[in-house]
């Protein structure tokens, strides 16, 4: 009891929102957001994380350009409303002010707009093809929850482990990966896409030795398979919640102590250990290389 | 390296099933038709929907015509009787020996089977408008990759449950979903004209074939490096060529492109939106 006696423990209830969209289906995709929200109350969560464009749906299309809302936008009054009593994190197109739309995961709480994140990096390639309908972020922020700072990423950019680095250095207490992530069926019971998905979060939490809350959706969309299996781990590779069901909807309640993640992060520094003058030097010769043409 | 990679078939039946029930959640309509061949097919599309969406949302047809083989309709009734689902019985006979009269094909039986094949189609569109119902599609994707299919015609259908799913894996799902054996056991065929089988009118089986279109069409390996795999020469030719000579039914139409929102092209949307 020595060690531990100075330690203060700093509870949070983080609830992972898994639900099952359909794109353009806004009644529909609420509805699943308060059914929810409705489980992560009765958990005593304090933050909900819903999965990457839940409230519209992943496979739009061209669809964003009906379904893009701004931040002030009638539409999202029932979940400013919910945010009265419990932050949450949602995904949606976002339209931007100078024009064109980004891929956005909106912190709400209290009935306002805590923060934003903007996705970075657009999947361009084999089934996606989000270069064509959104605008890509141009920076990463940590949001600021009065609970704790929360770095986003939003699917793809946890495939880029510069996104988690770059957040957990400007001081991300927990990292947040909201998904939508496809998937295909292989050898085994579990679905392809979920175990690369797993590798992912389990990499990205022990890696930046931060806690790692994993959102995905479940179900289909345009005859696309989404894998679910949403999951939570702490920062030393213990699970925190879940992993939920790859095929059914879920709430996964997490509990996570922020004490407890500094002092994982005190014991097995790694992320203070980063050598960014490797990476500033990777970005020079990158620039003598474009400038030499 | 010259087998198909394994598929997990009791997760392959449980996505399969979800899909079904989500594309009928979406529509809003109120259950599915299919067409019952008395092959394997449309055995399994029909044992994965009554698992979806439950038996008295299914509507079964058995379409036969003046060509098919007595056994076809014998082998339906069994499926039905398996799944608990009723089959109802549509003679197209008549109505397509009249047509194909006044068409001028009834000798020319390529003519004649792809007749019957899209008077089938209009049958289960019919019957989808008639009680509001999706066209429950049997098409796997063997067949859709060789085009062994008629345009228009059984290809056609508001869902294809099979569509990605190799014939391979369509006989384990089969044998998963508990098909009748003699269904499972018995070689497809179109049924278009007495004696028909798939293989004798491909010239290779889908078992021979899988493997080749997946190293092709999956994992990008050529015509060269196929052979290099042990694949024999000959029938990775054939197979190719059967790929690559029917691909225009993957996309069964073109529009022009003339203005900046042309459909599918400029403007890709969801299939059914609601406010």
């Known amino acids: 009891m020595t060690v531990l006696s100075n330690w203060q423990r700093e509870r949070v209830t983080v609830a992972l929102a898994q639900i099952a969209t359909c794109p353009g289906q806004l009644a529909h995709n609420l509805e699943a957001h308060f059914w929810a929200l409705e489980q992560a109350r009765k958990a005593k969560a304090e933050v909900v994380i819903f999965p990457e464009l839940s409230l519209t749906g992943y496979l739009l299309g061209h669809g964003v350009l009906e379904l893009a809302m701004d931040l002030e936008d009638p539409r999202l009054k029932p979940l400013r409303e919910a945010s009265q009593e419990v932050a949450l994190l949602v995904g949606l197109p976002l339209r931007e002010r100078g024009g064109g739309i980004a891929n956005a995961a909106v912190l709400l709480h209290r009935g306002q707009i805590v923060g934003v994140h903007r996705k970075l990096y657009l999947p361009t390639y084999g089934m996606f093809d989000e270069g064509r309908y959104f605008l890509p972020g141009r920076s990463l922020t940590p949001l600021p929850w009065h609970r704790a700072k929360i770095g986003v990423l939003v699917c793809e950019d946890a495939w880029h482990p510069t996104s988690a680095s770059i957040l957990v250095r400007r001081g991300a207490e927990l990292l947040v990966v909201v998904a939508g992530g496809p998937s295909e069926v292989s050898g085994d019971d579990v679905p392809q896409g979920l175990k690369r998905w797993h590798w992912i979060v389990g990499a990205t939490a022990i890696t930046t030795v931060t806690p790692t809350f994993f959102a995905n959706r479940c179900g289909w969309e345009e005859g696309i398979l989404f894998s679910g299996g949403s999951w939570a781990v702490d920062g030393r590779g213990r699970t925190l919640g879940g992993p939920a069901p790859a095929c059914d909807p879920a709430v996964i309640a997490c509990e996570v102590d922020l004490a407890m993640a500094r002092r994982h992060r005190t014991l097995a520094p790694i992320p203070h250990a980063e050598r960014w003058e490797l990476w500033q030097a990777e970005v020079e010769r990158n620039r003598d290389e474009l400038t030499r043409g | ?275």
């Not at chain 2, 508990?178 to 004798?200: C, F, S």
């Not at chain 2, 196929?226 to 691909?247: D, E, H, I, M, W």
Request: with cysteine.
């Open chain 2, 1 to 275: 390296m010259t087998s198909l990679p394994a598929v997990d078939i009791p997760l392959l039946a449980e996505v399969l099933q979800r899909f079904l029930a989500e594309e009928l959640r979406a529509s809003g309509l109120s259950g599915y038709v299919c067409g019952l061949s008395g092959g394997l097919d449309s055995a399994v599309a029909a044992a994965l929907a009554v698992r979806a969406v439950g038996r008295e949302k299914l509507r079964l047809l058995a379409l036969p015509g003046p060509t098919s083989s007595a056994e076809s309709l014998t082998h339906a009734q069994e499926v039905a009787k398996s799944l608990g689902v009723g089959l109802e019985v549509l003679d197209l006979g008549p109505t397509s020996q009249l047509l194909a009269q006044t068409l001028g094909c009834a000798s020319d039986r390529l003519r004649f089977g792809n007749l019957l094949a899209r008077l089938r189609m209009v049958a289960l569109f019919d019957a989808a408008r008639a009680h509001g119902l999706l066209v429950l599609g049997t098409a796997n994707k063997s067949e859709i990759l060789l085009g062994y299919s008629t345009l228009f015609g059984d290809q056609a259908a508001s869902v294809h449950p099979l569509g990605d799913v190799w014939k391979t894996h369509v006989f384990a799902l089969g044998a998963y979903l508990q098909i009748p054996e003699v269904i499972l056991k018995k070689p497809p065929t179109a049924d278009l004209w007495p004696g028909q089988t798939d293989a004798a009118e491909l010239g290779f089986d889908y078992l021979e074939a899988d493997p080749i279109l997946y190293y092709h069409h999956d994992q990008g390996l050529s015509e060269a490096e196929l052979g290099a795999q042990g694949f024999p020469s000959a029938l990775v030719s054939k197979v190719l060529a059967t790929y690559r000579r029917n691909r225009f039914k993957w996309r069964p139409t073109v529009i022009a492109r003339v203005s900046t929102s042309c459909i599918n092209v400029d403007r890709i949307l969801p299939r059914n939106p609601k406010p």
